[in-house]
């Protein structure tokens, strides 16, 4: 918990939070033993690949705003990491974005071939909707739901709409609206939906999920900007993926139609409205404005 | 409704069932006009691609016999038939069974191309879980109950396990054992929980539901042992997908292992079990034993 008077140690926060998802995430997932093991493996292989857990770590701290425990929020912070994961990896794919690279390490089809990676992906897809049952349902909100607020925020009209529009998109010149349109769904929707259910594992007033929306919708959309423009200034070993790929694949993004200053501009004005939006908090969603600080000046 | 004084009219039953779950199928999904205008497109065109909708089937007649209605049983009978539709669009694609023809059909990536394809199946499958939520919850069985169900039955240990080991065990020489672990998985949980989740709908009283458990594993099983010899013995043109593709592929089989007359043999039996597991029904669940006689007796 953070104190008003001494300030926040955001690295310490996301240590405990990253030990706790990872535990709970070994405890959730089939062991690489439990057969078929191949595919176990390579769930694994992904999802304890050093993802820096940004949507966990934004669910539980959205928890802790509305006064929730870390407990109960768990489940929800290992769902949405799932989601995550398995649109990585089928994203990796050689019909999608045909990477090599992820997080330093060669991707999942690389190490096991397409159809487990395919099946990989699927099947952590699967788990996600599995360990959401986990969560406590609360007065407000019950397992319907959390389930309806997730499958959403994956569908397809939200993050598999962003994957369809960004292969579309390869190659061709964008407007800056369809940009938008991309990075609201292929990045913003399941950080908005870790910040909404967050919130929903701690039985949020209607306002606060209202300001939860609001706060991950602006986060969401700094976070692409800010991929984006570390895409065009990092080194592929610095990313841990491979750099410049945006520009060999003549891929829109922000730096190329706005350029890097205007883009960076743009990502501040992102967090500003992400940080107005916590105003309803009144000073107890530290961690929130913690992580909103991490994302604006990280470079990686 | 079925009457003890004549026979149950199955050719009826199964043209109004399919006329409402495609219905609802319709109603459930995004138009093909929404965009992503593509994926919409990609995802109806294998849902309405004139599958026999065997799944939804059983599971209104699991749900009829359990006194339930079809109103409330529909939800869970497209959750259940988009699951099996996006796991036979994975199933299609070149890293796995490499297959160009389905239901008579161009595969799904034969016609949008692989990331489509993929993206499709991931589509649907997220799709599921969200149509589950327009369930109506029941005294004994709440929508984490119902989510729980489908999650496991599509999981890494159910479902998506019969593929993996299905792929794993392509040209190698499977025994009957290795044979019988992949059928559970990749056609009967699928349909045993088919069989369940219409029960469930029903608030169905535990007996009931063992006895659908019990029906749908057999019904499962016979059904795979059917379509192994199907492939062998039928047409592409009558199948509607490539015929003889098991031995092209040296797929272990049923008729591979033990021969045609003892997979038949396997098959009535399997099917007698099936109709033993229904005897707590009283002569109620008559929709589900002319469906039962159906699957040994089809020939496509």
């Known amino acids: 918990m953070a104190h008003a008077d001494k300030p926040f140690d955001l690295t310490r926060y996301l240590r405990t939070s990253n030990a706790a998802v990872n535990h709970a995430l070994k405890r959730f997932l089939p062991s690489a033993a439990t057969a078929p093991s191949t595919l176990h493996k390579a769930m694994r292989y992904s999802l304890f690949a050093g993802g820096k857990r940004m949507r966990p770590a934004l669910l539980l701290a959205a928890a802790e705003a509305c006064g929730g425990s870390v407990v109960n929020a768990l489940p929800a912070a290992c769902a949405v990491e799932c989601i995550h994961t398995y649109s990585l990896i089928h994203d990796d794919l050689p019909s999608m974005d045909n990477d090599d690279l992820r997080r330093g390490k060669p991707t999942n089809h690389k190490v096991y071939g397409e159809g487990i990676a395919i099946l990989a992906g699927d099947a952590l897809l699967t788990q996600a909707f599995e360990i959401l049952t986990h969560s406590k349902a609360t007065q407000r909100y019950s397992h319907r ?16 709409a962003g994957q369809v529009a960004d292969l579309e998109g390869e190659g061709k010149k964008l407007s800056l609206s369809k940009l938008l349109y991309i990075h609201k769904r292929k990045t913003s929707a399941l950080l908005c939906s870790a910040s909404r259910l967050g919130g929903m594992s701690a039985n949020c007033t209607p306002t606060q999920l209202r300001a939860l929306t609001d706060f991950g ?22 990313l841990g993926k491979t750099a410049g790929k945006d520009i060999a694949a003549q891929k829109a993004t922000y730096p190329s139609i706005v350029g890097i200053e205007k883009s960076r501009q743009i ?9 107005a939006a916590l105003k309803p908090f009144k000073g107890k969603a530290t961690a929130l404005e913690a992580l909103a600080q991490l994302l604006l000046h990280r470079d990686n």
Do not use: C, M, P, W
Not at 218 to 238: N, P, W, Y
Not at 267 to 275: C, I, M, P, V, Y
């Open 217 to 238: 919708y602006h986060i969401g959309l700094a976070f692409q900007v800010i991929d984006d423009i570390l895409d065009v200034t990092q080194t592929s070993e610095k």
């Open 145 to 160: 739901e959390l389930v309806l607020e997730l499958s959403r925020a994956s569908g397809s009209l939200q993050l598999i």
């Open 267 to 275: 990502a501040a004005q992102l967090t500003a409205n992400a940080f």
